[in-house]
């Protein structure tokens, strides 16, 4: 079965520079979600989208901004980095309308600063 | 504090043996679900219980929910090496369905 795709996979910035986060979710499925995971640590609740209009926002810094699409892909634009941005950020799914509460959750974003 | 703390922080114990985590909260909540992280790696959904159950099992896996102590136990039972991991309860309120993890449990398995 398909899966929550994001990218890249990895990626390498300096400080100061932006950087751009995608996430595809799995078909049919209208609500995203995103999270941080810093070293150590466990995910934080960033923000959420639920048909192309932002549902919920967590402690996401005024830095970055996110948006979701026509298609249901979102992405996460991340400005200003700082060494402390360094973290997987994850992308989770699901159909709003569906039964299951359950969030599908992407391989991640590894993202590290320098 | 933290929605979802996590007690042990860190468990090691003999493959075979049962592997026992814990988790509390402090809020109401729709469900607690519990999800498993390999080293740095993405979060694989384990199970869910609803704010209405009690108890629910799953292959090697026993989940526990306590409303009134707003707490839950994972029991993986028969632990192999290939459990090995990090284990995060997750608790969901509310109608937009955002989850609020737990600290995380790392379980080392040795074989």
């Known amino acids: 079965a398909a899966g929550v795709i994001q990218s890249p996979r990895h990626l390498i910035k300096e400080k100061r520079e932006t950087a751009t986060l995608k996430c595809y979710p799995i078909p049919r499925h209208d609500t995203v979600y995103w999270y941080q995971q810093g070293p150590g640590q466990d995910p934080q609740f960033l923000i959420s989208?639920?048909?192309?209009?932002?549902?919920d926002k967590g402690s996401i810094p005024d830095r970055f901004s996110a948006q979701q699409f026509s298609d249901y892909h979102s992405e996460l634009n991340m400005s200003s980095l700082e060494l402390g941005d360094s973290a997987l950020y994850f992308c989770?799914?699901?159909?709003?309308?569906?039964?299951?509460?359950?969030?599908?959750f992407g391989p991640g974003t590894r993202l590290l600063v320098l | 504090s933290q929605q979802g703390e996590e007690d042990p922080q860190a468990l090691s114990i003999q493959e075979g043996e049962n592997a026992t985590m814990n988790c509390s909260y402090k809020t109401s909540i729709n469900n607690l679900q519990w999800y498993r992280q390999n080293s740095g790696r993405g979060l694989v959904h384990l199970i869910l219980i609803r704010s209405n159950e009690r108890e629910k099992h799953s292959g090697r896996l026993r989940v526990t929910l306590d409303t009134s102590k707003k707490s839950s136990s994972l029991l993986i039972t028969a632990s192999r090496a290939a459990d090995t991991a990090s284990y995060f309860c997750?608790?969901?309120?509310?109608?937009?369905?955002?989850?609020?993890f737990g600290k995380g449990t790392l379980l080392t398995v040795n074989p």
């Open positions: 989208f639920y048909e192309k209009m932002q549902s």
């Open positions: 997750a608790t969901l309120k509310g109608s937009n369905y955002k989850l609020t």
């Open positions: 989770a799914s699901r159909y709003a309308l569906s039964r299951d509460e359950t969030q599908y």
